[in-house]
């Protein structure tokens, strides 16, 4: 008996102690806040929502994942705390699930099971998947067409599907040519760096000396690249209905043909590893002055800034042209899943407005390196200052009156992987013709396509 | 009172068997059950298509080619890590200092983390700046290659020779834990059977057939299971490495059912893989045990 009574009492207890525990998550008192629940586009306009002594009411809670992590994370929930207590009406939780494939992943099974987030980071392959199939809310209620001409038009246009606005960019990236300015100079070359395809390789062509492992040009077979270089040569990689493969016509060939050649004759190094990994390699013999030119994200900006910082003078430029410019955008959208109540859709776009604020948007693109989405942030201070000492951002930015994407397709990263593994192989074993290798990739993705 | 006394036995194994219920038995069952719909689960239609899913899968040379691979790796795997481990622990079967460094060292891999060892070999097989080509240079093999028409050994990066490679990588990872447990096997056998073996003048190759091995059978025969499964659901080194290429050379089972069910986002063809990779397994272990367990010696 003695023992029972012991025992209840300590569950009592714990029962005491939990339920205490869940009364501290109570959110503190947000004070002074400017408040900008539903007009962020003028900010001190609802002072309702600075007055936290009216308040028991307790602020409504909407979940947010990402696909941050590290240095970018700790960005992003800065802003998250910055908005938490500017307003005590709306509580934004961001959650990191790791990378965007993990996101993917947990997002997936979220919606089968009913416990998906309200908002979340989406990958821009991720955008087409779910988008077209109808997961994503369509955004366009809620904004102005005054809102929507803020944004940046090369980095907008891929949120857009079947005439709804799903997607608003957030952390977004595009590549650039990076490049060692004194390899070029000792090479007695332009320093302004290669403009067309064939500057980039007659510029490879003097810098490159197999026998010593070095070489003029690096880039990864990555799908980014490979679309770029065939919008540049005026093609494209699907048929513009999206039914069929367009990728392995004359536009493609040529891109095979010209980095083949280039591997033949010993000026351009295929970088060897498996996804990402090739992206580290090139950015490697970048680094250790093995490699003149490559061509890599924006995103890796920073990080080569630090990297190369008082050993030789990196400057970037638009990727060569071809015909014409092209360059591909990639990187994160902010979504909302259609499944949310109205309320919480509201909430959410309300938050991914204070983001994409131009001063919110200049500090996250400072802290990260992700191109700046909304055309005002470019005006704030961080940024100009930014761009001022470090003029490869302005580059990045400046080539995005250049973009030009792949239309959304479900499916897209399958088939990317195809292609990628195949043109890769024709880099590997150079006995492979562009047609080939262009032929087997154009088989199995019109597979594919549904 | 009765019911009680003789269903304790079920009543104290309830909390374990739940637990396999709900996370072992459960989502098996409901892997068969996905299996016979083509379900998407980001819009939510789900059509019930019975075997149309396994048709088409099991059409597709991409499909056919990862279930190759896998089984290649797999007997591959099997027989040279359990053959080689054996000679290694007839060998490393004494006491010396010689022998207790060797055996360290060779056990050192399996406790080493898989990405750790994935990692290293990486650069080891690189083909411009590996350690493998450099000494495979400096020793002269790569001229005796060049007279077979190969430039340079791209490992990794070829489809011809990406598969080898990971068998190279798997069996330098398992190769320890294999030589323990035939070791451990080994220095069960009681001295006597060997004494009375010497004096019928049986030479040691002899010993080695008629003793060692027909005694090791127990440890030999859990080998074969363990490593039969383990290789099968090989993920983590196709997953840092190559994402199962190149061109698809090196992609198996677990890696794929990955790709295809949270990559692509096509569960259903997942659920498709993981069925059939449970029978693949379901069959190897089966005919394992009917083939062999009556050639198994338990003292």
Known sequence: ?450 | MRFFRSHAALLFLLPALAGILIFIIYPIAYSFHISFFDWDMISGKKTFVGFGRYEHLLGDPKFIQVIVNTVVYMFSMVAVTVALALFLAAWLNKSSLVHNLAQTAIFTPHIVSTISVVLLWMWVMNPDIGLLNYVMEKMGVDRLLALFGIKKMMWLESRTTALFSFIVIGVWKTLGYNTLVLLAGMQSIPGQIYEGAALDKASSLRKFYKITVPLLSPSLFFLLIVNVTSSFQTFESVNVISKGGPLNSTNMMVHWIYQTGFEFYRISDSSVGSVLLLLIIGLATYSNFRLLSNKVHYQ
């Not at chain 1, 403009?195 to 799908?223: A, H």
């Not at chain 1, 390699?281 to 093995?290: E, P, S, W, Y």
């Open chain 1, 1 to 450: 008996m003695k023992k029972l009574v012991c025992s209840l009492g300590l569950l009592v207890a714990c029962l005491l102690f939990f339920a205490a525990c869940d009364n501290s998550r109570d959110p503190a008192p947000a004070a002074g806040s400017t408040g900008s629940t539903t007009t962020p586009a003028a900010p001190a306009a609802s002072p309702s929502a600075a007055t936290p002594a009216a308040g028991a009411a307790r602020p409504f809670e909407i979940t947010f994942w990402t696909a941050l992590t590290g240095k970018n994370a700790e960005a992003l929930q800065e802003l998250v705390d910055k908005y938490n207590s500017s307003q005590d009406k709306i509580r934004v939780q961001a959650v990191s699930q790791g990378n965007y494939w993990e996101n993917g992943t947990k997002l997936q099974a979220a919606l089968v099971s009913d416990t998906y987030p309200v908002m979340t980071m989406l990958e821009v392959s991720q955008v087409g998947e779910f988008g077209l199939r109808g997961a994503l809310a369509d955004l366009a209620p809620y904004f102005t067409a005054v809102e929507r001409a803020r944004f940046v038009d090369g980095l907008v246009k891929q949120g857009v599907m079947d005439g709804k606005f799903v997607a608003v960019p957030y952390n977004r990236s595009t590549p650039i040519l990076f490049y060692n300015k004194d390899m070029l100079r000792a090479a007695g070359l332009d320093e302004s760096g290669p403009k067309t395809w064939d500057e980039l390789r007659s510029f490879s062509q003097k810098i490159s000396d197999p026998p010593r492992n070095i070489y003029g040009f690096e880039c990864p077979v990555d799908i980014w690249f490979i679309q770029a270089g065939i919008f540049q040569q005026n093609g494209s990689v699907f048929t513009s209905d999206m039914r069929r493969t367009a990728f392995q016509l004359e536009a493609g060939v040529k891109l095979v043909a010209f980095w083949q050649d280039m591997v033949k004759e010993g000026s351009m190094k295929a970088p060897l590893g498996q996804d990402y990994n090739s992206w580290d390699v090139a950015m490697d013999d970048l680094v250790t002055q093995k490699v003149a030119m490559i061509f890599s994200s924006t995103a890796d900006l920073t990080g080569l800034i630090e990297a190369t910082d008082g050993h030789f003078a990196l400057a970037a430029a638009f990727l060569p042209a071809g015909e014409k410019r092209a360059s591909p955008t990639g990187g994160a959208f902010l979504t909302v899943f259609d499944k949310s109540s109205d309320e919480q859709k509201a909430a959410a776009v309300d938050f991914i407005k204070f983001l994409t604020r131009a001063d919110n948007d200049a500090q996250f693109s400072k802290a990260t390196g992700y191109l700046p989405v909304v055309k005002d942030a470019l005006d704030e201070p961080v940024l100009k200052e930014l761009y001022a000492r470090h003029p490869q951002y302005q580059v990045a930015y400046d080539q995005l009156q250049y973009t030009q994407d792949i239309p959304p397709i479900v499916g897209f990263r399958e088939m990317s992987i195809i292609i990628q593994e195949e043109l890769k192989a024709a880099m590997v074993d150079t006995s492979v013709t562009p047609r080939q290798a262009l032929d087997n990739a154009a088989r199995q993705v019109q597979n594919l396509i549904k």
